[in-house]
């Protein structure tokens, strides 16, 4: 919504007492508007009509309401209109206040793992190279960042232990875009194809975690828990538009929407 319509309608409504304010543990601060007038509600569905809906976050949900919809429908018709229907949240994807977090990967249980082989492998379609030690202001977030926005090329590090960074670039820059996402190279180039980690290993889990902090798959990593990290930059939200787009499916994990509605918030009850 790049005239921001439906945000104009949203802020018109807001203006009242919520009616449920609170904060969770994180500080985050919820607040929930119920709204029953019948003309707003109109407007901002004749807004809403046209535009097009991108599942960010949520899929296997949605999903699971057509699967409910079907297992209790009767030669095609549904026994009751409001199985037609499922919740969502919405945001605009052209809000100033859309965050998207990167979701790092911690490697773990990966047999006869040796960092040099590893980093030897990669060198055909990337170029590798070992960063200087981070400290005082600097980051490895704010390293990533300053190295994407010198290169067209997918770039991300790989964190080893003990304040060791390697910072991985793909040779190649293309039209097609799971190539432009940090995920899909990794998942594509690296995972399955050099260490053998498929789709079945990462919906189990069984090799990978995942995290949006990088202390946090750092300390793993430092712990002994993990052998490795894979540290990324976030999903730039064009790039996941992008790729809905072209009828592809984003990786596992690879945005991270923040902040986050608190779960049970609004329950819909299927009774």
Same mark, same amino acid.
Not at 35 to 48: E, V
Not at 248 to 266: A, D, E, H, R, W
């Given at each position: ?91 605009? %994807? ?131 828990? %993990?052998?490795?990290?894979? #540290? ?7 790039? #996941? ?31």
């Amino acid at each position: 919504d790049v005239e921001k319509a439906t945000d104009a309608l949203l802020n018109s409504a807001v203006k009242s007492e919520p009616d449920m304010d609170a904060a969770t543990e994180d500080g985050i601060r919820h607040r929930l508007w119920m709204i029953t007038d019948s003309d707003w509600i109109k407007k901002l569905t004749t807004a809403m009509d046209k535009k097009k809906i991108f599942i960010a976050d949520g899929h296997h949900r949605y999903e699971t309401a057509l699967a409910y919809l079907k297992e209790n429908s009767t030669k095609g018709q549904p026994p009751e209109e409001d199985l037609k229907y499922v919740m969502m949240y919405f945001t605009n %994807s052209e809000s100033e206040g859309l965050t998207i977090l990167p979701t790092h990967r911690a490697l773990h249980g990966i047999k006869n793992f040796k960092l040099e082989d590893f980093l030897a492998k990669l060198d055909v379609d990337f170029d590798v190279e070992s960063l200087p030690a981070i400290n005082g202001n600097k980051s490895i977030d704010s390293v990533l960042a300053s190295k994407a926005e010198q290169t067209d090329k997918t770039v991300f590090a790989v964190y080893s232990g003990k304040g060791k960074y390697s910072l991985v670039t793909y040779k190649k820059s293309g039209s097609d875009p799971m190539e432009k996402l940090d995920v899909g190279i990794l998942h594509n180039r690296i995972l399955e194809p050099v260490l053998g980690i498929g789709q079945k290993e990462l919906a189990a889990q069984s090799n990978v975690r995942y995290t949006s902090d990088v202390s946090r798959a750092s300390a793993w990593v430092d712990g002994g828990s %993990s052998q490795f990290a894979f #540290l990324l930059n976030p999903t730039p939200i064009e790039h #996941l538009i992008e790729v809905a787009e072209a009828g592809m499916k984003m990786p596992q994990k690879s945005t991270y929407f923040y902040p986050k509605l608190i779960s049970g918030l609004v329950i819909n009850p299927l009774y």
